[in-house]
């Protein structure tokens, strides 16, 4: 398991991600497109609110300092193995008064499938 763009983690989360075999890469760290290049099987759950709110106002948590559209799209384009799943999560339609977030997610929805499309 490999997290990708964390902003913000506890004392607590750092330990049991430690403690579980978690691999996290922080924000500050990034671009690790490296790390996107592992074998598959690949499930990929994308948070939404990892992007920064300028890119995805339409989540409940902001957090400015995320990663932009296009940062999320290369980190996506670097992955190598098979991608047998995908989820995007954190979308919240109430916040998304202008559609913003809701065609980033179809941009990266589209990205994903066209990858697993091709492998």
Same mark, same amino acid.
């Given at each position: 398991?490999? @997290?990708? %763009?964390?902003?913000?983690? !506890? %004392?607590? @989360?750092?330990? @049991? !991600?430690? &403690? $579980?075999?978690?691999?996290?890469? =922080? +924000? ?5 497109? #490296?790390? +996107?290049?592992? *074998? %598959?099987?690949?499930?990929? !759950? $994308?948070?939404? *609110?990892?992007?920064?709110?300028? $890119?995805?106002?339409?989540? !409940?948590?902001? =957090?400015?300092?995320? +990663?932009?559209?296009? =940062? ?19 979308? &919240?339609?109430? @916040? #998304? &008064? ?12 589209? =990205?994903?499938?066209?990858? +697993?499309?091709? &492998?």
């Amino acid at each position: 398991l490999i @997290q990708l %763009g964390i902003r913000t983690a !506890s %004392g607590h @989360q750092r330990e @049991q !991600s430690k &403690n $579980f075999g978690v691999e996290v890469v =922080e +924000m500050r760290y990034l671009p690790a497109l #490296d790390r +996107m290049k592992v *074998d %598959g099987p690949i499930y990929i !759950s $994308f948070d939404i *609110d990892a992007l920064d709110p300028a $890119f995805a106002p339409g989540i !409940s948590h902001r =957090e400015p300092g995320g +990663m932009s559209t296009r =940062e999320a799209l290369a980190h996506l384009q670097a992955i190598t193995g098979k991608i047998a799943g995908a989820d995007i999560v954190e979308y &919240n339609p109430a @916040q #998304d &008064n202008t559609q913003i977030t809701a065609t980033v997610a179809a941009k990266l929805l589209k =990205e994903i499938l066209g990858k +697993m499309i091709s &492998n």
